[in-house]
């Protein structure tokens, strides 16, 4: 026996029986992003490998130990994007999309981590990431924050996630924070957990992130980030936390949420649920107004936010219909293909939005039935002997009582109009 090949651990297969759901989430998205007039973008999956030093952070888990780098043919350092929002700033400078303007982006496609894969966390994982550029008004991150609520809203998610928002302040700000933060964490050294010991030099902020109660238990009399925040940057919060309140939009003040990349100021903010398990961030975002300066752009303020789809799928509970086909034509034997695709495709021509499956084997009229309502049809075509001789097609109803009918080829789409017609 030959060798069979096995998909790379934490990158799945997206199955056809899957692929119907991934539809209904994208066509939703795609629906909301319209009607916020973000417009779409596709950038490559594989980039510099110093774009996602530079934005994302040297010192971050991402760079520092889940990024597939390689070296191309040409000595070039490359890598798969492990985040969309650093190709999506590298494609919008090069190509003059910032050039004094307001930019509603939003993409999706496949990220690429090298993380302990688990329910929710994957290899290969894909997002739908929105980015609005050129806007450092608060009504900025709400526009961003009430576009996530309106698509949950659509999915009927929101009752089961929470949305979580921080302000992080300005580099200055969160400068004198680290600070305070290294100085209040340095004598408790031995007592955290051996993460954060390692962090307390590299990126201390991740502490506030750690997961280990003891560490969050003497994280309690911390300062708080809100103690470093000026007077702008706290207006500027302010600002954000009203919009959503009068747009009724619930939310909880989370002061240790931080998120583990280098780009973020003032506002950050995660959906969250406990439906999930661990993992249960299924969306995250904030401000980053100082990253298209820091790639090579003019300064501009920008905000956005990234949905993982894999986790949105796993929290959709009213999955859409998964019928496989409405009409099932079955031949029964060789002879009755060549009426059987003539009725199939007069019923394609005459009803666009039907699903029209041909039976492409001639097997027993038992089988192909039981096929039938496995597919979830409404209608099944009988071509035999009989209806080939007489050209003419058998309807069997499969979803009600109506008598089995009979009719030719050229009545086939009237016959078939009706019944789906009265389902409408
Ligand atoms: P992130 O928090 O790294 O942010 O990822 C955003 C979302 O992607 C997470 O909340 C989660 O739902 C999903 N995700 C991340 N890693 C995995 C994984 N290994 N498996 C499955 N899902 C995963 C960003 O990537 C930022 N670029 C978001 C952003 C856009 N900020 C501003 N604009």
């Not at 666009?352 to 097997?363: C, I, Q």
């Amino acid at each position: 026996m030959k060798k069979q090949f096995q998909a790379i651990r934490g990158m799945n297969d997206i199955l056809p029986n899957e692929t119907i759901h991934w539809q209904h989430l994208e066509n939703t998205i795609q629906n909301i992003a319209h009607q916020y007039t973000f417009q779409e973008i596709r950038f490559p999956i594989v980039e510099h490998y110093e774009l996602f030093q530079r934005s994302v952070g040297n010192v971050t888990d991402i760079v520092e130990k889940e990024m597939y780098v390689f070296e191309d043919r040409n000595g070039d350092m490359l890598c798969l994007r492990p985040e969309g929002t650093a190709g999506c700033v590298r494609a919008a400078i090069e190509n003059g999309l910032l050039y004094n303007q307001i930019q509603r982006l939003w993409y999706q496609g496949p990220l690429f981590r090298h993380e302990r894969p688990q329910k929710g966390r994957y290899r290969q994982f894909h997002q739908t990431g929105f980015e609005l550029f050129g806007s450092a008004q608060p009504a900025a991150d709400a526009e961003i924050i009430l576009l996530c609520a309106r698509l949950l809203r659509a999915l009927n998610l929101i009752d089961h996630v929470t949305l979580e928002i921080n302000s992080i302040g300005t580099a200055e700000e969160r400068a004198k924070y680290r600070e305070a933060l290294v100085a209040y964490l340095t004598p408790l050294h031995d007592q955290l957990d051996a993460d954060s010991q390692r962090r307390l030099s590299t990126n201390p902020l991740r502490i506030l992130d750690s997961k280990n109660p003891d560490t969050q238990a003497l994280l309690k009399n911390a300062p708080t980030f809100n103690d470093f925040l000026e007077e702008a940057s706290i207006k500027h919060f302010e600002t954000v936390k009203s919009l959503l309140s009068k747009a009724n939009l619930s939310f909880t003040i989370n002061p240790n949420l931080v998120r583990g990349l280098d780009y973020y100021c003032h506002t950050v903010f995660e959906w969250t649920t406990t439906q999930l398990g661990a993992q249960g961030t299924v969306c995250a975002g904030g401000r980053y107004d100082g990253l298209v300066e820091q790639l090579g752009g003019k300064p501009t303020p920008a905000i956005g936010c990234a949905f993982g789809m894999e986790r949105l799928l796993e929290l959709l509970e009213n999955k859409p219909d998964t019928a496989h086909s409405d009409v099932y034509i079955a031949a029964m034997d060789e002879n009755a293909f060549m009426l059987a695709t003539q009725a199939a495709e007069s019923i394609r021509s005459a009803h666009p939005n039907l699903k029209v499956y041909v039976h492409m084997d001639a097997s027993g009229i038992k089988s192909q039935l039981k096929r039938a309502n496995q597919h979830g049809a409404h209608i099944a075509l009988l071509i035999g002997e009989q209806e080939c001789a007489e050209e003419k097609v058998t309807l069997k109803y499969l979803q009600n009582e109506q008598a089995q009918a009979q009719c030719a080829l050229n009545q086939l789409s009237g016959f078939i109009g009706e019944y789906f017609e009265k389902l409408l």
